[in-house]
Each structure stands twice: as structure tokens, then as C-alpha cells.
């Protein structure tokens, strides 16, 4: 039985991808940081909990990690583990560089030293792109970060390539463009959204707040990636690939198709902060800006182009962006007042 170690495994990726690998008959270990408390209410949902063999290690430190490789041993490892909120990364730009650059450098380093023979996904993202120039983003467009996370994974990036060619590691690196699901973090913009209109919906909140609504971003759905990140480390393949949809939707239609779904009539009116929505049906505001979530430096538009892991590989998107909006507003319709937090 192979034996697969997953980094991230309480996140959203990682719950969708340890769900996949149990049922196809993987053994799954999965990283736990030590000090926090260990956010399993994902694995929970999908009642996995205890088929994964969670083992506690911490990526930033080497040793910790040396250790787990050593005893573990494992064919694959997918490197979820990440501080993946682009506006704390300017917050806490420090611990996000620690995490996601020295942290795969670790696992890197500890994979060498102990001269594993194992594939390893590396999370890499559109954020890297940063200030789009292209249209359509391949694995070929120019980086240009605006974060210091952006920049933490460029970094582990361009170290997966290195050691991919220097070192003749297994690496491939996964360029993923934004993806979304019902088990999202409720900071990410998407969920926030149909999180918080189920709320006014159910009159225990006024409005949302929301920063910028001209950010234009390729939106996915989650389930989908996760099949090509596993496509990507089952292959005889290491490389980098984009995984994307290749459609756009702005923040403001994001928020507008989840209103209607909640049958809102949403209208919009007002500039740059003062810009609001409106529900007709009631004259109820349902949307204000507030400035606070604005970002220092902003990402406006990224739309990716999935033809090489569609040629190579033969992953395509399956879900629409307008399914999974009805999959996210209908389960936290469905979840309302029952306590589940995916944080
Ligand atoms: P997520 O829900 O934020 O999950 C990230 C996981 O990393 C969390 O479970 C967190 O564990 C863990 N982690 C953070 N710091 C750690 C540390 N020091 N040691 C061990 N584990 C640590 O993110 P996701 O959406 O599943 O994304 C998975 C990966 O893909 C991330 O690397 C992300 O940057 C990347 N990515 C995501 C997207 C997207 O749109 N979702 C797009 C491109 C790339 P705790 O529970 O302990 O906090
Ligand atoms: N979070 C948040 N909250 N974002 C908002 C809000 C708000 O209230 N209002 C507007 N936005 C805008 C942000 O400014 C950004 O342009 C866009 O919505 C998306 O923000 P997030 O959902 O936080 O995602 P992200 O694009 O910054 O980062 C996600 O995708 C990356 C891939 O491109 C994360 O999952 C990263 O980990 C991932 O690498």
C-alpha cells in the first residue's frame, strides 16, 4: 500500500484530497502543527477523521521534519501546509515566509538528506503572477507579486525547479488559480460572501462589508483541483502546471449571483467606497464597503490557461463557477445556526 504524507491535510485542499486518496485505498498521514489546536471539523464533515494518520511535526523546523520522513517514509508528499490569507501575509510577513519558503526548503533538504525516493506536489499559485500583464496567464507569463506571500511561494517555486534540475528531486509544482468550495475558510471573499448573505437572508446580520469589488479572479472549485494535484503526483511527469478554469467573474458578480440565488433583487449604486447594493424587493441595504478590507497592494485580474495539464495530463475543469456558487450558497443555507466553522 502506498504510503502518502499530506501537509495541510486540516485545510481545504487537504480534506478534499485525503477524502480521494482513502477511498482509492492510500494509507494518508497528515502533518499536524504542534501548539495550536488541531482543526479537524473538515475531516470530521467527510467522516475520515480517524482513517488518517495524523502525526505531530512542524515544517519550519528541520529536525522535526527530518524525523517524520525517517520514520514515515513515504512515495508521495503533497506540500499543502501554508499561511494562505494574501492580506494577513502583510501583517505577519515573516511567519508567511517561514511557513511557505524555509518550510518547503525543509522538506526539500530533509527529502535529500535522507535520499527518498518519493514525488512531491509543491502548492504554488496564480498569486505569483501579481500585477497581470497578459491576458490569459500560462506557466510561461512573467511573475510580478504584490504580497509577501505571493513572493513566499514565488521563492518556493523557483527552489522547486532548482532542486527539480540540480538534485533530480521529483518535484512538480502546481501553479493552482483561485478554488473555492463549501469547505473554504470563511476569510476568503467567496465564502465570505455566501456566508454572510444566508445571514441577512435570516435577519441576523445588517449587511456585508466588503473591500475592493473590482478584483477579477478565475474562480474553480475545489473538489476539481484537488484531482489535478493528484493527476500531477501520480504521474511519471514532474514539471509545472497551471490549473485554472479559464473564465473570469469579478467580486462584485460573485456577490451578485449569490444575492439572486438567495432571491435578493440586488442593485448596485455608488463609487469606489461609497458604492452599496441595495435588495429592490425591500430597499434593505445589503452591501457597504468598508475600507479596512481593501489591500496595501491589490491583485486585479487573473484568469489562467489550463492547455498543458490538459494536453499532458488530461485534467479539465468540471464545475461551472455558477454550480459551485449554488453548491456554497445551498450548504450554508442548509447550515445555518448549526455551529460549522471551517476555519
Ligand atoms: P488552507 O485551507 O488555508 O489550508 C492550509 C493548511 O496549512 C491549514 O490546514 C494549516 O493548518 C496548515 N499550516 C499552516 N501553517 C502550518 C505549519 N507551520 N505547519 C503545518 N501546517 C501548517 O489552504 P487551502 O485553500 O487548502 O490551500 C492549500 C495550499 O494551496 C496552500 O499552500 C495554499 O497557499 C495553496 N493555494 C491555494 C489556493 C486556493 O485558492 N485555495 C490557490 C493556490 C494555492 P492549521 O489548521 O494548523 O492552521
Ligand atoms: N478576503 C477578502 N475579504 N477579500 C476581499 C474582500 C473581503 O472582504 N473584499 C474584496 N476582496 C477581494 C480581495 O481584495 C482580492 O482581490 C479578492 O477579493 C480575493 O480575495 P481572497 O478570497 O482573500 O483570495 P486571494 O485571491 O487573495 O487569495 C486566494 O487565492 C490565491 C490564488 O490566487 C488564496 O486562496 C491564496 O492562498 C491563493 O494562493
Redesign the pocket.
Same mark, same amino acid.
Given at each position: 500500500m502506498k504510503k502518502v504524507l499530506i501537509t495541510g491535510i486540516f485545510g481545504?485542499d487537504g480534506a478534499f484530497l485525503a477524502k480521494r486518496l482513502l477511498s482509492q485505498g492510500f494509507r494518508v498521514f497528515g502533518l499536524a502543527r504542534r501548539g495550536g489546536s488541531i482543526k479537524s471539523d473538515r475531516l470530521r464533515y467527510f467522516g475520515i477523521l480517524d482513517d488518517v494518520e495524523i502525526k505531530n511535526s512542524e515544517i519550519i523546523d528541520f529536525s522535526s521534519i527530518l524525523k517524520l520522513l525517517e520514520e514515515i517514509k513515504p512515495d508521495v508528499i503533497f506540500n499543502l501546509a501554508?499561511q494562505?490569507?494574501?492580506?494577513d501575509s502583510f501583517i505577519n510577513p515573516w511567519m508567511t515566509s517561514n511557513i511557505n519558503y524555509f518550510g518547503v526548503l525543509n522538506l526539500y533538504e530533509a527529502i535529500r538528506f535522507l535520499k527518498l525516493d518519493c514525488k512531491v506536489y509543491q502548492?504554488?499559485?496564480?498569486?505569483?503572477?501579481g500585477k497581470t500583464i497578459d491576458d490569459v496567464q500560462t506557466e510561461k507569463s512573467p511573475f510580478n507579486p504584490q504580497?509577501p &506571500?505571493?513572493i513566499s511561494?514565488l521563492a518556493a517555486h523557483h527552489l522547486g525547479v532548482i532542486y527539480r534540475e540540480t538534485y533530480k528531486l521529483k518535484i512538480s509544482n502546481g501553479i493552482?488559480?483561485?478554488?473555492?468550495s463549501e469547505l473554504?475558510g470563511r476569510?476568503?471573499?467567496?465564502?465570505?460572501?455566501t456566508s454572510q448573505l444566508v445571514e441577512v437572508k435570516n435577519e441576523s446580520r445588517d449587511f456585508?462589508?466588503?473591500?475592493?469589488?473590482n478584483?477579477?479572479?478565475?474562480w474553480g472549485y475545489a473538489a476539481d483541483y484537488v484531482k489535478a494535484i493528484e493527476m500531477m503526483n501520480f504521474s511519471e511527469v514532474n514539471d509545472d502546471f497551471v490549473v485554472a478554469t479559464n473564465n473570469i467573474t469579478s467580486?462584485r458578480e460573485f456577490f451578485k449571483k449569490s444575492a439572486e440565488l438567495l432571491d435578493f433583487k440586488p442593485i448596485f449604486s455608488g463609487n469606489n467606497a461609497e458604492e452599496i447594493c441595495t435588495d429592490k424587493k425591500t430597499n434593505k441595504v445589503i452591501m457597504k464597503?468598508?475600507k479596512n478590507? &481593501?489591500?496595501p497592494l491589490?491583485?486585479?485580474y487573473?484568469r489562467g490557461d489550463y492547455s498543458k495539464i490538459n494536453s499532458t495530463l488530461g485534467w479539465k475543469p468540471e464545475t461551472s463557477v455558477d454550480e459551485m456558487i449554488e453548491k456554497m450558497v445551498s450548504f450554508d443555507l442548509e447550515n445555518y445556526n448549526k455551529n460549522i466553522y471551517f476555519i
Open positions: 481545504q501554508a494562505s490569507f494574501v492580506q502548492a504554488s499559485t496564480s498569486e505569483m503572477y504580497s &506571500y505571493g511561494k493552482l488559480f483561485n478554488h473555492e473554504r476569510e476568503f471573499v467567496t465564502r465570505k460572501i456585508v462589508l466588503l473591500g475592493n469589488l478584483a477579477v479572479r478565475d467580486v464597503i468598508d478590507y &481593501y489591500r491589490e491583485v486585479d487573473l
